[in-house]
């Protein structure tokens, strides 16, 4: 099994590396897993396995829609994820959540594995019997281990490496296994590790023979003496193997990728941490009178007993400053009748406040049953958030209800609809990814890194009226939209990459309902200025200068521009001195020449010597300073516009690294959400998904308080034939 | 604040240096109609626009001829022709506010969740009329004898609209397993046609649409038009528009024009726009020999009326909602204003999108001869078209 890595040094000697022990199925391999904290370290892992076989037929078989005969039996690989949580409660039982789907088949439930402790030192069970004791018939997953998703000790890795062969970054040696096989470690450079047994696996008991290889990767992290620290991450696992059946050889071939992630890793000290910025934005809001309060939704009464439900107060603009992730209050209330009713589902990073401006207005015409205000982990792999949503429907009593979904929430939205579980009969997007955001290409780093690189090239030239704006949405967007609750990763990113899994699984679905999708558009420029303060956004009030916000940051870009004129006029005065105009001699100098242009009623003198005096030259100078000022704001402002759009829009076909090169930019964006990415797209289905785009207007953010939007949506309500509210 | 945005030059600083040299009305951008300013757009003038009372307005205003009748928040209001002045403003029990208006002798209709007459020159109720469900998704009709509509539960009711009494209703799909909803009713002669949305399956995404042609004076069903078969989804998303011996129809989910013949029931043409994009949500419009309609797709499009061949289509900022004819100018509203030329489709300019203000029109057109009413987000505006 795979804690090999985190076995106690006994079991490291020479002749029992870490592989050899990572076939043994009843090893009874003693853990000291330091990345487990008791009670508030939960690990998520998403598992993908791809498995083609072919099985050749001693008898052939007919095909029932050719009617030909059939003398193999091919298997295509079925990517779909399988979601785990794992995770040790304070009663020191390793519990593990693990959530699947297989067709219309749903199995949900926590399953607790019991495991033993002794001081810090967690005796933890093999793969095959962590999934045989759950009675999960997971065949893609024999080969994998929870605990091999999860991170291996990496001092014991090291010690086994150099056991192995030291001195030695690549190929390290072959040996043997206790049942013969041969293993094989491979470091094709410092951060990567294949390990390749030969001789197979094995499975329940039985060996499996074929080639097995896993593959890591080696990740650094805090420790917890503030050093970086080094940690090995299976990254994927790849199963070729022969195995002999009654009908003849089975060859079946298994890639399983593996990704995790880690969150809430130190709940107190994020709960910390939220609190010290909730508490410097209400000092903010206090400060800042003009910022109007983002209305409580009415009072909504439950239908259903579905969690707790929160005062109004909850979903005051404060509460909804909560950041991403898990946590935050529930709330998931019922109003209207018990079928076809509207249901809003928020995006990630984001609550019910998004759906402030909208509501009332929704609510006017059509049934609101029920709202999806915080998921209980909006950071959570997406189908993982879709069950809950479908969970809820399913507890509020309501049926064929229309689920309307912003940005990631669409796509929760649609998978939610697609489980045919008689609770969704249309799905509206607006503005979301159904094919991906360019944005969460970029890890959090990587991402807040561009842009901060960018803001702390123009910060030496924001000295114009309206530019320390720029600063501000600088500071609040890294925090909004990138930072998730500590310095790990959040598995709804790595879904909503383009060309990810869910996305792959989510558009090659039927879809039986009535859809359609909402594009925006925020325009070509300043469209990170737009994500925050949006007029009538409820984000607005994140930031107190409101939609000033993009007025004053088109007013520095203007002022820039005007500086940079006066600028030049001022040389231009400078070097064009002594001219005589309309029968008036003027000059800056202390004496001119007579020899310019006669006859006409303008003429400069062409013999003035240039710079002739100290005012000319402090004229000239003074106004090179503005103009190198003037074009440097403005070129610094493009460049934190371009590396936005970079980060959000970039024009693929251009080759990197041409940040600042306005092609390398690509057509439309919401700020977010590049307009290729929002469309609906043409998904198996007897019907259009019926594209609606709309006019420049508001953003990602500001885009569910629109009033365009608003237009759009309740036309389309009114297109899927929902019930008028009555 | 100093320097505050007098322009916007949007391109490098290299190229703004250039401008200098070059002027700088150069950087001007294209000139759209705020609230209250500029006079004209595309030939278009604007003769006035009066502030909401109450608020967004929706649906499809009309006009008498003499007063402008709009709606929004459920609240109907009159407006002066000429002035935009509102002469009244009352707020029926219509339940659910109905998709369009319609005035005949002295009275405005509309049906929502209930039919309601009002008085034209004070608003007053002076009759109502509950059907079995809802009506609100689709548009009326009248004629100088009744009121023609239809509801969510595929029924087409006719009512006096002397008295509101009911004179006939018929269902025109009593087999049906699932929905039906009538999308919208218009009459001509002894006829009265209905544009239905019948779904096959329980959410609608396979579904059929159909035109009924039904006796005026008893409902009876004369023929019926069937567009699809269940294997997909197709419905008749508005109300047949009557046209010489064509009835002319938009299919929604398929961004189709389709003219079927009013008196066999036969398909004459279909014309089809880009896939994958919601339809129009009206008929097309038509004058002379030509069809004018405005989709979802972004384009408005001019077609042989009797053929359905495309002689010209023009994109739009953004998806259509409305299309009306107006002088010798097309307006389509975009969520915003466009004007086109009737014969060539071109562009000539666009207004009305205040979006920073969030002015911008919503409803379809009201038109009096060479004048055309719209209603939006914050106010009602009077168009007068070359």
New interface residues.
Partial sequence: MLLAGCRDDAALTPGTGPEGSALDAHASTRLRDPEIDQGDTWFAIDIISETSAAIPLSTPLPDRRTGRSVNTLEFRPRPEPVHVEAGYGADDQLRLTIYREEGTIRSVGNHVVSTNAAGEQVSSTTPGDIFGQMGLPLASMENTSIAGGLFVDTAAFERALRATDPGDPGLVRGRADRRGGRIRVHRPDDDRLHVTVEGGATQANTEIPGTMVRRYRKHARPGKDGKREAWWVLEEVEHTAEMQQNAGTRRRHTITRIRQARWNQNREQEARRFAAIKARRRSQLRSNAAAAPVAAPAPLASLAPAGPTPSTASLTTNESEFPCGPGGPEHFAATGSSGRNVVFQHGICSDAGTWNGMRP?VS??FYVATEQAYSVNDAAPLWYQALELEGKLRASGTR?NVVVGHSQGGLVARRTAQMES?LV??VVSISSPHTGAMIADFTPKEATGALVDAVARLGGYCLL??CGTIGHVANELPYRYFSPPNDGDMPARLDNQRGSPFLDSLNSRY??????GIENDAG??FSWARLIGD??SPREAFNPQG?STV?DV??G???A??V??FG?LLMSVAITDDCYYGGNYWSYGDYWYYGGYYGSSYWCDPYDPYLDNWFDWGTYHLGFLLYFF???A??VM?DVDWTWDYLTTRNEALSEPYWLR?DAIGPGTDGFVQLSGQR?P?TP??????????????SHTGVTAS??VL??L???L????L???? | ??????????H??AL??AS?VLGIAACEEPADIPPGGQASVGGVRVLWRTPLAEG?H?HAPTTDGARFYSEG?RRVEAYALTTGARTWSERPDF???P?NYLVRDGKVLGV??RAVALDVSSGREVWQFTPDT?A??AESAADERALYFGT?SHRVYALNHADGSLIWSTDVGPEWQH?G?IRGVSVSGDTVYAGV?Q?V???????IGWIFALERATGRVLWSYQNGTG???RYI?SAPRVVGRLLLAVD????TFIAVDRFTGQEVWRTAGI????GA?EAPVVSGDTAYAAS???YVYAMALQTGHVLWKTRM???N?ALAICGNRLLAN???LAVLDRQSGQLLGTGL?D??Q?D?P?TGFAVAGNRAFVSG?KAAYGLECP
């Fill in positions: 207005r006017d015409r064929d008689g009969s249309g009226p309206g879809e039986p309902f009535r859809r359609a070509p420029r007029a009538g939609q007025n088109w007013t870009y203007d002022n521009y005007y940079m004129l030049m003037g074009s440097a403005r070129g493009d306005a609906y043409e289905g007897a019907f259009s998904p019926l594209r609606r785009p709309i006019p420049y207007a508001h009033p365009l237009h759009e309740t036309s389309t009114g297109q899927f034939g019930p008028q509210r009555f | 604040m100093f320097f505050t945005g007098l322009f916007r030059f949007r490098t600083a703004a240096s200098l967004a929706l928040n339940r659910t506010a998709a929502g969740s809802t609100a998704l969510m929905r909803i949305d779904h399956t329980p959410n609608g995404e396979r579904s294997q997909d989804q998303g929604y989910p398929q961004n896939p994958s994009y919601a949500d979802h797709d972004q900022p953004a998806g909602r975009y969520l915003g999108n979006y920073a969030n911008f919503t987000e």
